[in-house]
Each structure stands twice: as C-alpha cells, then as structure tokens.
C-alpha cells in the first residue's frame, strides 16, 4: 500500500526550543559555517517565530512542506534533481544531480529550500560525528528536508531483514520528531486513517500553509488560537504581520487561551 | 605516399566517428558526470558498523538520558532515553549537537601556565607546591557525584575548602535549607502532582532544570487548553516564552518579584483564603501592590486564582526567601504537589559565593561553570575541556571532554525522584585529566573514581530499593550483586529510586524575610560547563532568527 | 616608433576592412583600453565566484536570483533582433532590412553568448550544466530555455561563422569563401530553426516566471501549457530587438562618424518596433488586469500588497505600460523621435525583467514573511560589466575587420562623390 | 528521463519533446554538414574561384558594376547581373551590335587594339599557336612599376577565371594579378619579354567576357577616376598625372599613399 507520510504540528505546544533545528543538522549533516547568515545558511527545518502583535505568541516549525500536487520544485526542476515519490508521497531532492540553477528556490512560496553557498566544512576531526547515513553535499546545489529519508531506508532494511513488506510506524521516525521536547511534531502516514496525523489533520483546528495556492502540502498545523490560524494564508484585508517582536514591559495580567 | 591534408582530415573524421562506437567517451562521460559529483575535498561521513549505546548527558547537573549512536567509533548522533524517569526522552537544543563538542576548535589539548603550553609534572609540581604552602580551596561543580568525593576526601585529608558552585534551581531550593536543615540536593519540586505552579521568573518551559521534564509535563496536561488541568501562571517582567505560553503571565516590575510573593501570602492569609497563620508581610497589599505596578485588585484575584485548584507549588528562578515563605504559606512545603524530601543527597559544601580574601591556591573543577569565578586572591588550577576565553587561571588543565571520561550521574536538582547513572567513556581521551585523578594521583588516599562509583552501587544495592530502567528493566531486588548492578548502570541503564513522600518536610516561619534581588532567569546554559556552544546550537542564534544569542556562544 | 608597434599597426591595417575608412590603430586601442580593464576585471570577478563559490555574490536563499538572471533575461530580450530581423529578411523577404542583418546577428551572437557566460557562472555546479541534456524534466520551462538558447547559440554561431570568414585575410583562402557561400545559401533554413527556437525561448524565459504557482506576484493564467508570460515576452522580445539593433547601429554611427545604413531602414526598423510594441502594450494592460482581478484573488493575494512595499510601487507598474511602454510605441510609429523611442522601449524591457525577477522575490510569500531586499555585491555588477565589455569589444572587432555593414561601402561612395 | 536512465518512463510530453528537440538539432547539423560537403565538392571541382569571384562581385558598389556596354556608350545605363561573365549573358547580343559612342582614347597609355583586356589590368593576345599570352596592362604597369619580386605558376598548373593568376610583391606589399581567362600555364615570362603566361586554354577559347575597343577607354575613365579618388589624401598632392598621363613606377613616387586600397580598387588584389 502507498503511504503519504506527512506531519501534523500542534502550534499550541511548540516552544520555539529550536532542539527539532539541532536534531535536523546533526542527523543530515549540516555544517555550521562561520559566514552563515540567517539568509545563507542551511536550516532544512527552521522555526519562525511570529506574533499577534499584541501578547500572543507563536513558534511554526517550518520543513518541507512536501506538496502533492503541482509541486512547485519538481515541476520546475531542469534535470529532475526533485522528484515526487509516489511509494511515500516525499518530495525527494537529489543533490548529486543537482546543477544549482536555484529555479526550485524561486518556486518554493515556503522558502524551504536551501542553497550550499559554500562548501561543507568542519572543524579538524569534526567531521568523524558525520551520520553515516546521509552524504554530505558540496557548494553549489541546492538541498531541502527529505523527511531523513535515510531513517526510512533504514527502517525499509530492517523490515526486509525481518522479512516483512511493511515497515514498523516507530522505525521510520524523522529526527525533529523525535528531538521534539513538548511532541507538537507528529509524524504518520496521512493514508492510514487512524494514525494521529490523519486524524489532527482532520480537526477544525487544523490548516495548511498557503493552501489557497493549491499545492497540497503534507505538513499540517494545528491550533486552537484563531489568530494563529489567520497565519495560514496572507491576510487580503490586514496589515502584513511582523515577526515577533519583543513586548514592552508594562504592568498587567495578561490572559492567554 | 605522403599523406596529404585531405587525408589527415579523413582519418581525423572516421577516428572521431568510430570511437563513438567504442566504450571510450561514454566511460569518460560518466566518470566525468562521478567526478563532478564529488569533490575529493568534501569531507564523507567514515563507514564503519553503527550501533546505539545508553548514556547520560554531563555537561550540566541536570542528568538527561542519552541514545549514543555510534559509527567508526565516534557519535555520530544523539537522542533523548525514552522512558527516563526525569528527562522523559528530551534533550535541549545544546545536547543534540554535544557529539560535536569534542572537536571544537577551542578544545583545549595541553595544559596552559598563563598561556603558555606546559606540561602536566610542572603543574603537578606547582600544585603539590601550593598544597605544601596552604590555605588551598577545591571547588566543585556538581555535588554528589564519585568525583565529588574523591574531591572532598582530598579536601578533608589536606585542610583544605571544599567549596561548591549551585545552579540556579539549587539556590531557588536555599531558603528550604536554611529553615529546615534539610540540603538543597535532598529536595525537589513534586511538579507531576501539582496542578497550580506559580512561576516567579524561572523558565519552566524554557531550559529549567531537566528539560523534558516540565516540557513534557505541560505539554501532556496545559498546552492548547484555556482551562488546563495543569494551570501555569508565570510572574515576569518580559514576555518569555515561558510566560507566553503560560495559562497567565503576570507582568510584574521588573525585580518586584519579593513584593508581588508578599502581597499574595498576605491576601491568602488576610482573606483566609489558606489555613496558614504566620508572621505576615509588614507592608500592606496597596504597599507592595504600588511596587509591582499591578492593581491591587488584580493580586486579589491572583491570589484566588492560586488556591482554587491545588495542590499549588511557587517556584523562583533564584534564590527569593519571599517566595519560600509565600510556599509555606500556601502549605506547599513538605505536601504533595509541592516541595518534597526525597533519598540521597548530601550535605551541602560551602556555596563558592562564601569564599573571599587570600588563599595560596584554587582548583576548580571541569564541572564549574567557566563564568564562575571564586573571589579570591589566589593561583588558580582551573580544569576545562574547552578554552572558554578570557581568565583568570593561572593554570588550564585539559579536562576529558565529552562522553570521554567515566563519570556517575545523581539525582539532577529539583527532581523529586532519587536517581543515578553512570557515563561510561565512548571515546578516548588523550592528554586530558579530570580533577580528581589529578588528585588522587598527588594523594592515591583520595581514592578513585571507580571505587567510588562501586561503593555507591553497593549502598544502592543494599538498600534494595527502587529499580532500573533501560535495556533491561529490574528491581534492584531482582540483581545478583552489587556488581550486577554496576555493570547495568555502566550499560545505560538508570537506577530510580523512590520518589519523596509528603510529610517528610516541616517547615515554620520565624519572620517574614525581607526582600531579595531577583537573579537573572537561568536557562539551558545555566549549569552548562562547557564554555563553548555546540556549533549546530550555535546555528539556531546566527542562522534563524528565533533566539537572541547568549554571551557564551562559539562564533 | 618601435618595429613591435609598427608590426602590430601593419597587422591591424591588413585586418581593416578593405577600402573603409577606419580609426587609427592607436585610437582604436584607446577606445578598447577601458573595455579591457573593465573586461579583466569582469574575468576577475566570475573566476572569484567559480573558485570560491556563490558566497562571493550577494544572493542569497530568499532572493536566489538576483542581478544576473535580470540582466541576463534583459540581454537576451535585446538580442531578439538577431532573430526577428533574420526572419524578417529570409523568410518574409523584407530585403530593405539586409544592411542591418550582420550587424544583427553580431548584436544577437554577443547577447546570447554574454548570457551564456553569466549563467555558467550563476549556476552552482557549471560542470553539471550538461545533466539537463541527460535527465530532462520536460515539464520545466527552464529545460526549455536550455535546449533551445544552446541550439540557438549554436545557429547565432554558423550565422556569426560567414561574417568572420568575410574578414577579408580568411577570404584569400578559397575554401573559406566556398564555405561562406554555402552557408548563405543555407542561411534560410538556420533562419526558420533559429526564429523556431527563439520564439520558444523568449516564451519560455517569460513562461519561467508564469508558471511560479507559488509566487503570486509572477504566477499566470494562459494557454494550455503555457502562461500569459510566455506570449507576452515573445511579443516584447520581437518588439525591443529591432529597436536595440537601431540603438547600437546609431551609436557605432555617432562613434564612426558614417552613414552605415540606408536612410529608409531606421524608420521601417522603428516602424515595426512601434506596431509591435503597441500590441504588447494592449495585451499587457489586458493581462495585468486579468491578473489583479482574478488571478491572484483567486489563490489569496491581495493585489493591493504587491505594491504596498516601496519602491516597488504603482508608479512602477504605471512606468511599464505607459512611460516605456505606450510612450515609445507612439513615438516609434510616428517616426519622428526614433531613438528616443527606441531607448525607452529598451529601458521598458529591462524594467519588465527587472520587475518579474526581482519584485517577485523581494515580495512575501507567507503570512509572516518580512518584505526583504538585496544589494549586489560587486563581483555581482563586475562579472556582468566584462559581459558588456566583451559585448564592445567584440562589436568594436568585428566592425573592425569584418563587414558589418556591407553598404557602407556604397554610403560612403555616394556621399564621397 | 533518457531510455537507460533509472525510472524513465515514456510520456506523451517526452515523445513531442524528444521530436521536436531531436528535429531541431538534425536540421542544425545537416545544414552545417551539408554545407562543409558541398564546399568540399566546389574545391574538388574547382569552382572555388568562380564562387570566390561572385562574392567579390557582389561586394562591389554598384558604380562598379557598369556593363561594358555601357562603358563603350552603347546604351545609358546598365549593371552588371552576370559578375562580368559575357560569356553567359544572354542580353550580349543585344548590344553588341549597336554602335559605341565614346571617342576611342586612352589617356596617354599603351592599349594596344590586338588585345583584350581583363578589368583586372591584364590583356589576352591570341598567338598563332593556339595558345594565349597573358601580360599585365599598360596602366598596371604605371602604377606598380618594376615589381620586386614575380611569382609564376609552373608550367602545366591550371588557373582559373577570376582565379590568382600569378603574384607579384612591390614595397611589401602583396599583388595577387586575377587570371583573365581558364587554361593550363604552357609557359611563363615576365616582365622584360612583355608576357608574364602563355595559356592554352580549356576547350574551345571564348574571350567574349574580355573587353575590346570602344569598351576600354570608358573603362580606363572609370579606372583612372577611382585611382584618383583612393589616392586623393588630404595631406598629399592630389596630382596623379605628369601632364595628363599617368606616371610610371606610381608605387615608388608615392609610398606613402594607401596602395592596399588603391590596389583593390583597381582590381588588382593586394
């Protein structure tokens, strides 16, 4: 059976801790390079922090948004270095095939895609705490969240060698799920009626990024909080929201919920 | 016959041509399309068989359990100990790349005098020189562990201070000591029974203590509900992110946090809102209520707030003998849901802070915090894995780094369940030295770690109590010997002993204490001892803009 | 005077077009002198971003594309007069236009190669450049602009190949003026392929835009599988090239000092720029309207946002259909402020690429995207200067020593007599 | 997306791609190849003067292209369509018969009327062997004097129309003379025995594309004039001419005139 793996995000219980951009680094090995900036480096999961511009708060871990349909990436991809697998429904980046055209990236209207501006480097004898799982990309190509494919390539060997067809839902775990402190991050196969991610993707509470724009994405948030919400989609008759800014100290009790 | 231009060009052709038909250029064509995919100067993860080992994470007191996995001998990855009686499968941001810390580029490799490389027998020489000369102090970062005792021992033996740096959840648990006897490492916060905490500053969701532990609590019991079996209420002058997403985030004047703890004891106790009688605050509601910058109203209905749902337990970020006693007030001292007394611990050594004046020497353990400077006149041995800038130690002795010593792991501070741990060395460590085998080699009397470790597994074992978790999980009563237990702990496995019972702890205010400054809030890098950030943490503050960076940062 | 330099002015004299009058060697190395510098430099720069990498631009992941891409989608909109003239010549024999067609497809053989060069450069991995050939995705507009400008180039070339050999020391070997004859007997044929490819790349270029689903600002509806874009960039690209082709043979003629053309061919050349120019016009007002009422409505967008972030205001969309757009068309058509008319067509297709390249990137996205904006980093403007420098240098060359424009030497006669 | 290629699988947009894609670049490279084989068959069949002389025609300002007709008065204005090539005119004889109306002089120099002259400044004379003496026109031998170097084909080489005949250098520069007619090289001279080749030609002799008679003075205004006009700098002499006839050895009495383009204008190719 196909699956469709995809997440669902409780935006109520993120904390912004920032441990699933860690955990994403070190298990695809991305390096911290000294030059990096917040609009050079390499954050395949990356949490926007943002606001209502009064006191409430939130933290939208953003990966891939692993879009079904049209997606934007592999429709535009010259040499197919992005293709749609359709055994799994994840968007998978090749970046050995990869020329660095960074036409994916224009594409992208979730700016999930990151280009290696320079090449990968480590401080001497770091680069023994390489994952053995996951190559290291050079310079000059693009890269995104996989879902840590390799951890389902894993799991798919450990079912083989089991001799089983499937593979067990707690193998193939992706590494900001599991790094996830409060579990706002579920992960599961959107097929499967009765896995979490199916059924949070079904509430009321729950919506998609951009999903006017048609392109299906797998990942699913959930909040209770209108506001956040609203965030979905570009609001056509608002001022543009501003990312969180700090709230001046005043004298009060503020309600939350 | 001489070949005219006409024929060089005919075979020119028909080579061209007829190579197309050989393996030749689609050989080259391919293996150029290889080449281009791999730069030999890309660095490619060793192979090497990968297997997964239990351990726990040392850079800071707070004991989470750690999955290891391991390729060509080295960490390649970490992850949180599902099942962990305190982290509860968590790790903090920093710990997910700590693999990487031992590379670092400030890891310090060769003992330092003043900058200078030198070797461990001089240093050793100067030690014993000083120890000769005397007064000496020896500071530790982290009580209880074997370390700790071959520290202290050595201490005793040779009259010299055994003092001790806190974290700030240690001193938040102060006051507790001091009115009770009772050592702040015997005391936790019964969180998991609470369903009212009023936090005065303290990040509970944000690097308190054990992470996981409250994270995961609040996310099990509060997150996304308005009416939350688990009411948080955060008191704090700027909008954490604790008090962002606390069910009310109280936003006080900044460092009225004593007065806004006084007027609420004193509302409890004025409206009888509490069976408490005490010495009360001596200054009125409207008073202290003027301080906070609240309506006095608005502590009125707090208060309310406080005893509609208990148990209720306050917690501060440091040391505040206000909210103490506004604790036992609400009777949350020594009740479930509140403050417990739990097994193990030890007696509190002298706080760092009390050490003052002129001394011949201070050795410093690789547990204390780098930024932690004993104000003392005095040739400082400072033991570090990291080089963490600017110092004042005379001397710097390269401490093993990460996961490459052997170390035991007690009961992290605030937790109301006993535990111990052992982290086994996964690497080699080459050059370096921890302070106690620093010691015991000067003094073998001071013991070794080892046998400290034993001798605690011994008293675990006899004891019989509580059981272990991990690849196999037992009773303790269910072990053959103590040896069998050190062999599970040295595996992975955690030792959880019983968790604290109510009544254990009494406590009586003679008087209302008087205010207290606030103390910065800690977060995770409170109690991290390595004074560098693992490089993939350090991408969270220049590479997104979710953080503001820390002074301790690696770039 | 050194025998060196007298060599070189010998060699520079027996290169010259014959019976033409030409600058002096040392002024013509004058003229070059800055070009070079600018050209070394521009080498330079590109060889600091091949060896060090794309960090040396200022490009970065939100705005991906950047200085480059704009300059060289503008460039390639400007030498879409080699095209439209060769199949204005060859296949709708407009013969009155064949004093212009060399220096044509001179002007259209450095637009396309100067593009090339940049894009080698703007590419991560140039030397997997060829992976397109080997794993297309036939479904990317960029796969399209790939196979056709590098077929394209490759027609500019064997249409560029006969003007070298006219040099007149190539002539006086016979099989290179057999070889330029045949060639010219073909030149119908490379014509249709190369008006063919054209047609499709020009689409494409604008189609690369159009089919940004994600990018509201740049996404259109069109025809089946391709966006209004597609249309609209081919319709502008024929409209701005003869006007470009105008402009730099007015320049070579303001330099030079020569009648190089005809009298009637700028009026007929502004003629059809000024028609063509005023159907795009028509058609991107249609367009845009379509565009701000219903598809962007449509998927989310409030049209008003896209130019509520300065500078990228109204002004900016009013100046592309009436400044350069309108504007020029009229002055184009009347035929009395030919160049005028012909520059502001120009800076009109500049300010269209410019607006779709970097508008579309500097625009949020999602809900909380800040509005952001991006400066070149000198190597960026450095490599794309030696692009132009290699542009003049080789116009300067090939008016030099190569026919450019073959009734000159009648011009002159007739102007001489 | 290539048949070999893990995962390819043929659609509908690869089929239309692959066509037109594949069309494109087939109809590229036969036109290249097509031409690179036809040039090989021109050099091969010799037609590679024939063509290279067309081109030069066609670069010719029309002013340049007067019909010899028209030089000898025979009729007001006409152009050239066949590259000077009489031969194949099939209007030739429509003028031939009218009467020229230019008076027959030639400018103080020596056109003997037993010749034809070639516009290239060489005559064809007929000899009685049946072969064809080759020499360079009085006019070229003014403007280039005594050469310094000559250099004959050998014996039994063959030169086409148009084509180089022989090559002569004076003051460094190159003088490649235009064969007047196509014939094998029987035997060479120079320019002390007043023939520089004697032909035979190929087939039966046609000198129809030669000019004769009352042609040669209109052509020799023509020629003269634009001698002059190249010649004319503003900083020297404008004067050619020692008392109306053109100096002789013209090459050394003004070195310093640009001969690469008053060569070409004349014909004769520098």
């Known amino acids: 059976m196909k699956a469709r793996y995809g997440m669902a995000i409780d935006l109520d219980r993120c904390t912004g801790c920032g441990a699933c951009m860690v955990a994403c680094a070190s298990e695809n090995n991305v390096p911290r390079l000294p030059k990096a900036t917040e609009r050079t480096g390499i954050t395949p999961m990356l949490v926007h922090p943002v606001s209502d511009g009064k006191t409430g708060v939130a933290f939208i871990p953003m990966p891939c948004m692993q879009c079904e349909d049209e997606t934007p990436c592999v429709k535009v991809c010259p040499q197919q270095a992005v293709e749609l697998d359709r055994a799994t429904g994840i968007v998978m980046q090749m970046p050995q095939r990869c020329l660095g055209c960074r036409y994916c990236m224009t594409a992208c209207p979730y700016h999930s895609r990151y280009f290696n501006w320079w090449d990968p480097a480590w401080p001497a004898g770091m680069e023994r705490t390489l994952n053995p799982g996951v190559a290291v990309r050079m310079r000059g190509v693009v890269e995104k969240c996989n879902m840590c494919h390799a951890r389902l390539h894993a799991a798919e060997d450990k079912a083989a060698e089991a001799g089983k067809r499937q593979i067990e839902a707690a193998d193939y775990v992706p590494a900001c799920v599991e790094s996830c402190p409060t579990g706002a991050i579920r992960f599961g196969d959107l097929n499967d009626g009765a896995s979490e991610v199916a059924k949070a993707s079904r509430t009321p509470e729950a919506f998609r990024l951009l999903a006017r724009l048609g392109t299906e994405p797998k990942i699913y948030y959930t909040s209770k909080r209108a506001w956040v919400r609203a965030l979905a989609e570009r609001h056509p008759a608002g001022e543009p929201s501003q990312p969180a800014a700090p709230v001046a100290a005043g004298g009060g009790e503020v309600k939350h919920g | ?555 | 005077m050194t025998s060196a330099a007298t060599g070189v002015v010998m060699a520079d004299r027996r290169l010259q077009v014959r019976g033409e009058a030409r600058s002096s060697t040392a002024r013509f190395a004058l003229w070059l002198a800055p070009w070079v510098l600018l050209l070394a430099l521009g080498i330079y720069a590109g060889g600091l971003c091949l060896y060090y990498g794309l960090n040396q631009t200022n490009m970065n992941n939100r705005f991906a594309f950047g200085l480059w891409i704009f300059l060289d989608l503008g460039i390639i909109a400007l030498g879409a007069g080699a095209f439209f003239t060769g199949f204005l010549v060859y296949i709708l024999g407009r013969t009155e236009l064949k004093p212009v067609l060399n220096s044509a497809v001179v002007l259209g053989f450095i637009c396309y190669s100067g593009a090339m060069a940049v894009l080698m450069i703007d590419v991560g991995q140039p030397l997997r450049a060829w992976f397109t050939f080997w794993h297309p995705n036939v479904h990317s507009m960029l796969t399209e602009v790939t196979f056709c400008i590098t077929c394209y180039l490759l027609v500019l070339t064997l249409e560029y190949i006969p003007v070298v050999l006219r040099n007149r020391q190539l002539r006086k070997l016979p099989p290179f003026v057999v070889f330029e004859h045949r060639m010219h007997l073909l030149m119908p044929v490379l014509a249709g392929i190369g008006t063919l490819l054209s047609f499709f790349h020009q689409g494409s270029l604008g189609g690369l835009y159009g089919v940004l689903r994600g990018r509201p600002f740049a996404f259109r509806q069109g025809f089946a599988i391709w966006p209004s874009t597609f249309f609209l960039f081919i319709l502008s690209a024929v409209a701005v090239g003869p006007s470009f082709l105008m402009l730099v043979t007015a320049a070579a003629r303001k330099l030079t000092g020569r009648k190089l053309v005809p009298s009637n061919v700028f009026p007929r050349l502004g003629f059809i720029s000024g028609v063509l120019l005023a159907a795009y016009v028509a058609l991107k007002a249609v367009d845009t309207l379509i565009w701000l009422n219903v598809t962007s409505p449509a998927v989310g967008f409030a049209p008003w946002e896209y130019y509520a972030y300065k500078p990228f205001g109204t002004t900016l969309l009013f100046a592309e259909i009436v400044v350069f757009g309108l504007l020029p068309a009229v002055l184009l058509v009347q035929g009395r402020w030919l160049l005028p008319g012909a520059a502001l067509a120009c800076c009109g297709i500049l300010l269209n690429r410019f607006v779709l390249t970097v508008q579309t990137l500097a625009l949020p996205t999602l809900s909380f995207d800040p509005f952001l904006s991006y400066t070149p980093s000198w190597q960026e403007v450095a490599s794309f200067g030696g692009v132009v420098a290699y542009g003049v240098i080789l116009y300067s060359l090939s008016y030099r020593y190569l026919p450019l424009f073959p009734q000159s030497k009648e011009q002159t006669h007739v102007s001489g007599r | 997306m290539f048949p070999g290629v893990d995962g390819f699988h043929w659609t509908f947009g690869h089929i239309f791609f692959l066509s037109v894609f594949v069309a494109v670049a087939l109809t590229i490279l036969v036109t290249l190849a097509l031409a690179t084989l036809r040039t090989a068959r021109d050099l091969r069949t010799g037609k590679a003067a024939g063509i290279c002389w067309h081109a030069d025609f066609g670069e010719l300002p029309e002013a340049e292209r007067r019909c010899r007709h028209e030089l000898a008065g025979r009729v007001e204005h006409r152009t050239c369509p066949n590259a000077f090539d009489c031969r194949s005119c099939p209007d030739y004889a429509r003028f031939a018969d009218l009467a020229p109306t230019v008076e027959p002089r030639t400018y103080g120099m020596n056109y003997p009327g037993d010749r034809f002259y070639h516009r290239g400044h060489t005559w064809v004379r007929p000899e009685t062997d049946g072969t064809f003496a080759v020499g360079l026109d009085d006019m070229a031998e003014r403007i280039v004097g005594k050469p310094d170097t000559v250099e004959l084909p050998a014996a039994g080489t063959e030169i086409e129309l148009q084509g180089p005949a022989w090559k002569m250098s004076k003051n460094r520069q190159t003088i490649r003379v235009r064969a007047p007619l196509e014939g094998t090289v029987v035997a060479t001279g120079g320019a002390g025995q007043g023939w520089y080749l004697k032909l035979r030609p190929r087939g039966q002799a046609n000198l129809r594309h030669l000019l004769r008679g009352a042609e040669v003075p209109g052509w020799l205004a023509g020629e003269l004039d634009r001698l002059q006009l190249q010649l004319t700098q503003p900083d020297s002499s404008p004067s050619l001419a020692d008392g109306g006839i053109l100096v002789s050895g013209l090459m050394d009495a003004m070195p310093k005139a640009d001969w690469d383009a008053a060569l070409a204008a004349t014909f004769l190719e520098p």
């Open chain 2, 1 to 555: 016959m001489i070949p005219t231009r006409r024929d060089l060009f005919a075979w020119g052709g028909g080579l061209a041509g007829g190579m197309l038909f050989t393996p030749v250029p689609w050989k080259v064509l391919d293996d150029v399309s290889i080449w281009s995919q791999n730069w030999p100067w890309i660095p490619q993860p060793a192979r090497g068989p990968v297997e997964e080992k239990l351990s726990s994470c040392t850079l800071c007191p707070n004991a989470c359990g750690m999955r290891v996995r391991m390729a060509a001998g080295s960490p390649v990855g970490l992850s949180g100990m599902a099942g962990h009686p305190v982290s509860r499968g968590a790790l903090c941001p920093l710990g997910f790349g700590a693999h990487q810390l031992n590379w670092h580029p400030s890891r310090l490799r060769n003992p330092l005098h003043r900058g200078r490389k030198t070797s461990w027998e001089e240093a050793t020489a100067a030690f014993r020189k000083a120890l000769g000369e005397g007064p000496i102090a020896i500071i530790d970062g982290r009580t209880g562990r074997a370390a700790s005792t071959v520290l202290e021992r050595f201490a005793a033996a040779h009259g010299a201070t055994y003092a001790a740096a806190r974290t700030a959840e240690e001193k938040a648990l102060g006051p507790y000591q001091r009115w009770t006897g009772v050592p702040t490492s015997s005391l936790g916060y019964d969180l998991e029974n609470a369903r009212t905490i009023v936090s005065f500053g303290a990040p509970l969701l944000d690097g308190w203590a054990t992470p996981g532990r409250f994270t995961r609590l609040w996310s099990e019991r509060a997150a996304g509900s308005s009416n939350p079996a688990l009411r948080l209420i955060q008191v704090e002058p700027v909008q954490s992110r604790t008090a962002a997403f606390a069910w009310r985030w109280v936003n006080v004047r900044m460092g009225s946090e004593s007065a806004l703890a006084s007027a609420l004891a004193r509302v409890l106790m004025e409206e009888r809102l509490v069976t408490a009688r005490g010495p009360m605050p001596s200054e009125s509601v409207n008073e202290l209520a003027g301080k906070t910058g609240l309506a006095a109203e608005t502590i009125q209905s707090l208060a309310r707030a406080l005893v509609e749902r208990g148990p209720v337990v306050a917690i501060s970020a440091g040391d505040n003998p206000s909210v103490a006693a506004l604790n036992v007030v609400l009777g949350a001292v020594g009740a479930r849901g509140g403050i417990l007394r739990r097994g193990g611990g030890t007696k509190s050594p002298v706080p760092v802070e009390a050490l003052s004046g002129r001394m011949r020497a201070v050795l410093i353990d690789s547990t204390v915090p780098w930024e932690v400077r004993p104000n003392v006149d005095a040739e400082v041995f400072r033991f570090a894995a990291w080089h963490g800038g600017t110092t004042t130690a005379d001397w710097l002795l390269p401490a093993p780094g990460f996961l490459e010593a052997l170390t035991d792991v007690p009961t992290p501070p605030a937790s109301a369940i006993e535990t111990y741990a052992v982290a086994t060395p996964l690497m080699a460590a080459e050059g370096s030295k921890d302070a106690a085998r620093f010691l015991a080699e000067i003094d073998p009397a001071a013991g070794s770690l080892e046998d400290a470790i034993k001798a605690r597994c011994e008293a675990i074992y006899h004891a019989g109590k509580g059981g272990l978790i991990g690849p196999e999980p037992q009773p303790v009563k269910g072990l053959a010997s103590a040896d069998k237990l050190y062999e599970a702990l040295g595996n992975g496995a955690v030792w959880t002993g019983e968790a604290g019972t109510p009544g254990g702890l009494r406590c009586d205010l003679k008087e209302w204490p008087g205010p207290s400054a606030m103390e910065s809030p800690a977060g995770w890098t409170d109690g991290w001892t390595a004074p560098v950030l693992p490089p993939l943490a350090a991408k969270l503050y220049r590479e997104s803009d979710l953080r503001q960076a820390p002074a301790r940062s690696d770039v």
